[in-house]
């Protein structure tokens, strides 16, 4: 029988699922009745989110950013754009609510030689920034050929999430 695994990809493997939300507070809701949580839940803002870009351009933008482990390698996430230009503003505007991306680990390639890698293959860097100076984010331009948008992030070693803002419903006991 024919294998079915894929040939190695420079993308590496999926670490988020995104949802893209005009109410962060009713998705996490609706997700933990599905028994997705607890919710880790932030604003990426220019304060604690520094080189934020939009299409090339510096510029800055506000997030509420929430995330919910399912395993050490998996990461749901929601975004609900508040100000700012951004893609999910967008893609909340031409789309509606629902999966926006998807985010890999690239095998551990550093920052830098990810994006270099998606440009080299002609996606453009949509978005990015860097929270809490410690952890990249990348977004670039794929959704005309393969029909979503991906990620690229990268935590340093030494990472811890900050405290949240808020948990839902609570913080782990």
């Not at 040939?7 to 005009?22: A, K, W």
């Not at 800055?60 to 508040?82: G, K």
């Not at 890999?104 to 100076?133: C, H, I, L, T």
């Amino acid at each position: 029988m024919a294998s079915t695994t894929t040939t190695p990809s420079f993308l590496g493997n999926p670490m988020e699922i995104c949802l893209v939300t005009r109410d962060y507070k009713r998705t996490i809701s609706g997700l933990h009745a599905l028994g997705i949580g607890p919710w880790r839940c932030y604003s990426f803002t220019p304060s604690n989110t520094t080189n934020q870009t939009y299409r090339g351009q510096a510029s800055p933008f506000v997030l509420r950013v929430c995330f919910a482990e399912l395993s050490p390698s998996m990461v749901y996430e929601v975004i609900q754009p508040v100000s700012g230009p951004n893609i999910f503003q967008e893609f909340l505007d031409q789309h509606g609510e629902g999966v926006h991306h998807i985010a890999y680990d690239m095998n551990g390639v550093p920052f830098a030689e990810r994006v270099k890698e998606f440009e080299k293959r002609g996606f453009v860097m949509s978005q990015g920034g860097s929270w809490m100076g410690k952890n990249h984010f990348a977004f670039f331009e794929t959704e005309e050929k393969t029909g979503t948008c991906f990620e690229t992030y990268e935590f340093p070693g030494d990472w811890d999430y900050p405290e949240p803002e808020e948990w839902f419903p609570h913080a782990p006991q």
